[in-house]
């Protein structure tokens, strides 16, 4: 491959539950720290989950050059406003006077804003007429213009993140959102490092953001029974890998990397973080909210990052595995804990119980749209400080789950190339294969 065609990460930036720095977040997953507590955000004292990951204490207007351009950004919008100003430092783009921003894009797997809950349920309840046992028309559009906010629904479209990282860094090349469930920010990534790789931009702002803390964020989940309703500590809620695990725990915030062509990078004389050399996608084709049983859709997504990487899954090279770690999906279901290690077993074979893996939803929640960014991330960091997050609570292993789950403990590790996973309902599958940069 060329400079041009070659994609390297140079800078990232994180909101999450655990914290707003890499190093303060990266310091807690290793320390096997939770970001789990009852829900403050509403009263969740009647539903069946009480709990989540919250992002705390977070003031956005730290982050931007105007707080006036962004005074109606929902809370998914302030969340991704943050972590891009992270990652553009990062990356030095600040100091690049001459920058092209033409030519630089954004790609986000970025989630609804969060709805104005109280009021859209006065506006329904306000035009039910009972006689007609039907909703009046007329009276939801009168109680609608009386009690909701216009600034407040447009901010719940999913584009709206995209509106304001454009406007805050003036970047006017590609833009594109996706909204694939849990797998959102992960086909993100991948589809900008293609964008670069054809040559459509020279940089990507590319990740994701999502918040989905919210009255019908929680039922939803709760009626399809994905959420854990565990009765103790929230801390010991999610229990990724383990025999008792019992659904995942909600979390919230965004991860943010900035992409370049590696031509591009070295033009400005930027440092490469890492290098993404694979991506794949593909669909289960099976059921909306449950995952093809033997895996299929799953491992054709490794198999097709690995192929476009190069990496022959079944090779050792001097004694190692052809990857040295695997950042799970890892939710916490009986279903997707059992599935993707199924999956990972059908496309390693033997190799697969030497291939440490873990998640850190255990410790930071799930992010839906943001998680498979904020796991690539943590892979990077992996990669440079040779050390591996735990998955937190596993302390009953499940006789069907047999392969490496870094339980309990950071690891330290020879770590070049991770590979990172992420499925949504619906049966999307992606997979990102990161490596340490060489020249």
């Not at 006036?68 to 929902?74: G, L, P, Q, V």
């Not at 995209?162 to 993100?188: D, M, Y």
């Not at 991330?377 to 069907?400: F, K, Y």
Request: aromatic share 6%.
């Amino acid at each position: 491959m060329n400079d041009s065609s070659r994609v390297v990460v140079t800078g990232m930036g994180w909101i999450t539950p655990l914290g707003f720095s890499l190093e303060e977040v990266w310091s807690k997953l290793t320390s096997a720290s939770s970001g789990m507590q009852p829900i403050t955000r509403f009263d969740a004292s009647t539903f069946p989950t009480t709990f989540a990951a919250e992002v705390k204490d977070y003031d956005f207007s730290e982050y931007v050059r105007d707080t006036s351009i962004h005074e109606t950004a929902a809370l998914n919008s302030r969340f991704a406003l943050g972590a891009a100003r992270q990652a553009w430092g990062q990356a030095g783009l600040d100091d690049s006077g001459d920058l092209d921003r033409s030519r630089i894009g954004i790609y986000l797997g970025a989630g609804e804003g969060v709805l104005d809950t109280e009021n859209y349920l006065r506006t329904n309840l306000s035009a039910w007429d009972p006689t007609a046992r039907a909703v009046d028309g007329s009276r939801w559009i009168a109680s609608a213009l009386q009690l909701m906010n216009a600034s407040r629904e447009i901010e719940q479209e999913p584009n709206m993140p995209i509106a304001h990282l454009a406007r805050e860094f003036g970047v006017t090349g590609p833009a594109f959102n996706c909204l694939t469930a849990c797998a959102a920010s992960t086909q993100a990534i991948g589809e900008a490092c293609d964008i670069i790789s054809r040559g459509e931009a020279d940089a990507m702002i590319s990740g994701g953001t999502h918040t989905m803390i919210h009255p019908l964020g929680v039922t939803g989940f709760n009626r399809l029974t994905a959420l854990s309703t565990y009765d103790g500590d929230p801390a010991e809620a999610s229990r990724p890998f383990d025999r008792t695990r019992g659904g995942f725990v909600m979390g919230e915030g965004s991860g943010i990397v900035i992409l370049e062509s590696l031509e591009h990078a070295r033009s400005r004389g930027a440092t490469p973080l890492a290098e993404i050399i694979g991506y794949g996608s593909s669909c289960d084709a099976f059921r909306i909210t449950d995952i093809q049983p033997d895996g299929r859709g799953a491992a054709a997504a490794m198999e097709m990052a690995l192929a476009q990487a190069g990496i022959d899954p079944h090779n050792v090279v001097d004694g190692r595995p052809p990857i040295d770690y695997v950042s799970a999906h890892g939710t916490g279901t009986q279903e997707n804990d059992s599935i993707e290690t199924r999956a990972i077993k059908r496309v390693f074979g033997e190799l697969a119980p030497s291939i440490p893996m873990s998640s850190i939803k255990s410790m930071m929640g799930h992010l839906i749209a943001a998680a498979g960014s904020v796991e690539l991330i943590t892979c990077i960091l992996a990669i440079r400080n040779g050390e591996l997050p735990p998955t937190r609570n596993l302390h009953n292993p499940d006789d069907d789950l047999d392969l490496d789950y870094v339980p309990n403990v950071s690891r330290k590790a020879v770590v070049d190339t991770c590979l990172s996973n992420n499925f949504g309902f619906g049966g999307q599958n992606d997979t990102l294969i990161v490596t340490r940069f060489v020249e």
